[in-house]
């Protein structure tokens, strides 16, 4: 990585919005984390005959030598995988369950090495990565409550009933081939990987190198809870070589990603008749209605667009306000992204940290210069901070956006939301229902009965009433995922679990075969099902 050549402004020209303050930096450093015998231990075991690296977006430094794995050696781990699996899954599921509890614990006795590693691989904020440890506390300590219940197994009336028993169980798919992005390396590695576990699945996971260590640290943690150490594979290397190869050897796909490499996945998948779950981008609208808290709209719109540096898939970068409310609410929101503390600290106190790589860098500061340069006006930010890290970028405000805008349409996955205004609810929610994309979405208002009917009117998988993103997301007994573009299946709830495995109807016939019997011929048998049939309805069976 390579600083970018844009001179750091200390003092804003003038009619410029001021510079985020800078948080203090701390005394610890990316090598009194990431040691030797630290990459040591957390590599044990995972194959690889080449070599590849990871690097800390603070300082463009590298983090570690890893172990890059080839085609032939994805293979392998799958075969070792699936050996294990078998007697994984023959394992009663409270057993299974219990590793996820124990792991839910180790999380959070020894959270402070995992933010260190989160922090360092992604470049966020020390609030914003323990956001992610909350996120996997409360699906390893759901997962591990309630997978008994989602998949026990189940009776269902048979087709002659009391004659016919049928009961339905849920089968382990087999090996899980994993495909896990940069921007939550723990929530969304671990936190995605624990239901399928707890399903009686093994797991190989491709994350993304420059986030692997983070990955790595859950392994290890999930193996001291009792995971037999084969069943969680991790192979390391470039997507477009790896990311194929574990597409090629899965039972069922679980992918977190572009929706361009999201298709790709489907398409493979989908030639070896396996399935597949998909998270993909989002373009999320946040609605402030005209009778909105405007102080706790402006709050609550900081964390929703800038959580992570925006750098998050259910973030929200489009932002309609009542054009009767605007204003006030711009105030107000402008002033509390301005004071925003831009850090880079292993330790709390930032607002915001750094951007992930130069690509996000490049894409946010394109999509900001265009803007302006087409009649856009900077409320706040609107510029690199080279002065804080090679990598960071002012949290922004655009106003003023218009098509062809990239920001207007495109996923910017950066610290920039753009502002618009509305003058009634109908034409709010066209305007945020008019994207390929369905993530997320967020409703301000004092009603929350007229929250709930806007939020019934937009076409996103979560929405969330006087909130951003969290309520939803973790409110990990009901599904989370997208419509549209942004992709295919849920996670969370029952089924975040039960998209694992397959359903196994197991029918036991007694007494009466289905077919002629106790001398009666064909049509006499027609005329006593005709019978019994009319019998069940009048009955009210189903």
Not at 31 to 45: C, E, I, N, S, W
Not at 156 to 170: C, F, M, Q, S
Not at 437 to 459: I, P
Request: hydrophobic share 40%; aromatic share 6%.
């Amino acid at each position: 990585m390579t600083q970018p050549q844009q001179t750091p402004k200390t003092t804003p020209a003038a009619g410029e919005v001021p510079g985020n303050p800078v948080a203090p930096a701390g005394s610890r450093r990316a090598a009194d984390v990431v040691t030797p015998a630290l990459v040591a231990r957390l590599t044990r075991g995972v194959p690889g005959s080449g070599r590849t690296a990871n690097h800390t977006p603070f300082t463009g430094e590298k983090l570690a030598d890893l172990p890059e794995a080839t085609v032939a050696e994805v293979a392998e781990a799958f075969a070792e995988a699936r050996a294990a699996q078998r007697a994984w899954a023959a394992l009663p599921v409270r057993r299974r369950a219990e590793v996820l509890l124990r792991f839910h614990d180790l999380v959070l006795r020894r959270q402070s090495e995992v933010l260190d590693l989160i922090q360092l691989e992604t470049g966020k904020a020390r609030l914003h990565a323990h956001e992610e440890v909350q996120a996997v506390a409360v699906a390893a300590r759901h997962y591990g409550r309630k997978a008994p219940e989602y998949l026990r197994t189940r009776r269902h009336t048979g087709v002659i009933p009391t004659l016919t028993k049928v009961t339905e169980a849920r089968v382990a798919r087999g090996v899980v081939g994993q495909i896990a992005p940069w921007n939550y390396p723990f929530e969304l590695s671990v936190g995605d990987a624990l239901p399928a576990f707890a399903a009686g699945n093994a797991v190989v996971m491709k994350p993304d190198t420059e986030t692997a260590l983070t990955a790595l640290w859950a392994r290890e943690q999930l193996i001291e809870a009792g995971l037999p150490p084969a069943v969680w594979q991790v192979v390391l290397g470039e997507g477009p070589v790896v990311g194929p190869a574990v597409v090629e050897h899965a039972d069922y796909v679980s992918f977190t990603g572009s929706t361009r490499t999201g298709r790709d996945v489907a398409r493979r998948a989908a030639a070896r008749l396996v399935g597949c779950s998909l998270e993909l981008g989002g373009k999320n609208a946040m609605l402030v209605l005209r009778d909105a808290d405007l102080d706790r709209a402006a709050e609550g719109a900081v964390r929703a667009c800038f959580a992570s540096a925006g750098q998050l898939c259910i973030s929200i970068e489009r932002l309609y306000v009542h054009s009767s409310v605007a204003e006030p609410f711009l105030e107000k929101f402008a002033a509390r992204t301005r004071a925003l503390r831009l850090g880079s600290c292993l330790a709390y106190g930032a607002d915001m940290g750094s951007l992930v790589g130069e690509r996000q860098l490049e894409t946010v500061d394109r999509h900001v210069r265009e803007a302006v340069d087409k009649g856009a006006r900077v409320l706040a930010g609107g510029r690199p901070r080279p002065d804080v890290g090679p990598l960071f970028y002012e949290p922004t405000i655009l106003d003023g956006v218009e098509p062809p805008m990239a920001v207007c349409t495109e996923e910017t996955f950066g610290p920039v939301v753009s502002v618009y205004r509305f003058d009634d609810e109908e034409q709010a929610v066209e305007r945020a229902n008019a994207t390929p994309y369905g993530l997320n979405s967020s409703v301000w208002t004092k009603d929350v009965a007229r929250g709930r009917a806007v939020a019934a009117r937009l076409r996103t998988g979560t929405v969330n009433v006087n909130e951003g993103y969290a309520a939803a997301y973790g409110s990990v007994k009901a599904p989370m995922g997208g419509m549209g573009d942004s992709g295919l299946g849920r996670r969370h709830g029952a089924e975040g679990i039960v998209k694992y495995t397959e359903a196994q109807t197991v029918a036991v016939q007694r007494v009466m075969p289905l077919g002629s019997a106790f001398g009666l011929d064909d049509e006499k048998y027609a005329a006593l099902l005709n019978r019994g049939l009319r019998l069940m309805k009048t009955l009210r069976l189903r």
